[in-house]
C-alpha cells in the first residue's frame, strides 16, 4: 500500500519553463491538496480538489492550474515557471467529505514532496 | 490577520523529559485542529487530533490540550525520545466550508541525549 506518491521528487527549471507534478493516491480518499513549503515557514495550500471533478483555490493558487484526473490522480502544473516557485510541494489526500462531520474530516495524509528549484 | 502560529521557533529538551509545543490560534470558528510531526526530507505525518468540543485527547505518549477561551493548543509529548527530535505543525479547520487545513509555522524538537 504506497499511499500519496509523487513524482518527481526534484526538478530543476529555468525561469519561463513549465512542468507539472503528478500525485496519486490508492486510499480512495476523496479530496486531494497541493501544499507549498518555503523555508521557515508552514504549509500553504495552493489548491485543492474535495471531491472528483472539483478544484477549488487555496491560499496561494496564482501560478498554478491543476487537474483532478480522476478520484486517484491530482497533478499540480506550473506554466511559467519563477523562481519565486522556488519550493517544495507536498501532496496530500483525505477520505474527507462533509458528512457528519461537517466541512473538514480527518487526517490528511501527504507524500513525501517533490522539491524545485527554478533558476 | 487570522493565523495559526506557534509561540516557539525551537524547543531543545532532555532525552526522558516532557515536552510542550505551544500554538496559538486566531480564528474562533475553527472547529477541528491537527498536530503533524515532520522529519527531515519528509512529509509531515498525523500524531493526534482534536474537535473543538473536547479540551483534552490522549494518544500513545501525546496529550493535546484545547483552551477555546483563550484559544490555544499544545502537544505534551511524554518521556521525549530522540526519535522525536523533528519539527512539529500545529493545523486547523477553520469551519469555513473550506475543506482544508491552514498550517502554522512550526516548532522543531530538539531532544538531547
Known amino acids: 500500500n504506497a499511499g500519496v506518491t509523487q513524482t518527481p521528487k526534484f526538478q530543476v527549471l529555468k525561469t519561463g519553463q513549465s512542468m507539472t507534478l503528478q500525485c496519486a493516491q490508492d486510499m480512495n480518499h476523496n479530496s486531494m491538496y497541493w501544499y507549498r513549503q518555503d523555508p521557515g515557514m508552514g504549509l500553504r495550500l495552493i489548491y485543492y480538489s474535495a471531491s472528483e471533478g472539483t478544484t477549488d483555490k487555496g491560499e496561494v493558487p496564482n501560478g498554478y492550474n491543476v487537474s483532478r484526473l480522476n478520484k486517484r490522480e491530482f497533478s499540480l502544473r506550473l506554466e511559467s515557471a519563477a523562481p519565486s516557485q522556488t519550493s517544495v510541494y507536498f501532496c496530500?489526500?483525505?477520505?474527507?467529505?462533509?458528512?457528519?462531520?461537517?466541512?473538514?474530516?480527518?487526517?490528511?495524509?501527504f507524500g513525501e514532496g517533490s522539491r524545485l528549484t527554478v533558476l | 490577520g487570522e493565523s495559526v502560529g506557534l509561540h516557539l521557533p525551537t524547543l531543545s529538551v532532555q532525552e526522558g523529559d516532557n515536552s510542550i509545543i505551544n500554538c496559538a490560534y486566531s480564528?474562533?470558528?475553527?472547529?477541528?485542529f491537527i498536530w503533524y510531526k515532520q522529519e527531515s526530507g519528509k512529509g509531515p505525518q498525523f500524531i493526534i487530533d482534536i474537535r473543538s468540543n473536547m479540551d483534552k485527547r490522549q494518544g500513545q505518549r501525546v496529550t493535546v490540550l484545547l483552551n477555546k477561551t483563550v484559544k490555544h493548543l499544545s502537544l505534551q509529548i511524554a518521556a521525549t525520545q530522540p526519535g522525536d527530535s523533528a519539527v512539529y505543525f500545529c493545523a486547523e479547520n477553520r469551519g469555513t466550508g473550506r475543506r482544508a487545513l491552514t498550517f502554522g509555522s512550526g516548532t522543531r524538537l530538539q531532544v538531547q541525549p
Open positions: 480564528n474562533s470558528a475553527s472547529d477541528y
Open positions: 496530500a489526500s483525505t477520505a474527507g467529505t462533509s458528512g457528519r462531520r461537517g466541512a473538514y474530516t480527518g487526517e490528511l495524509f
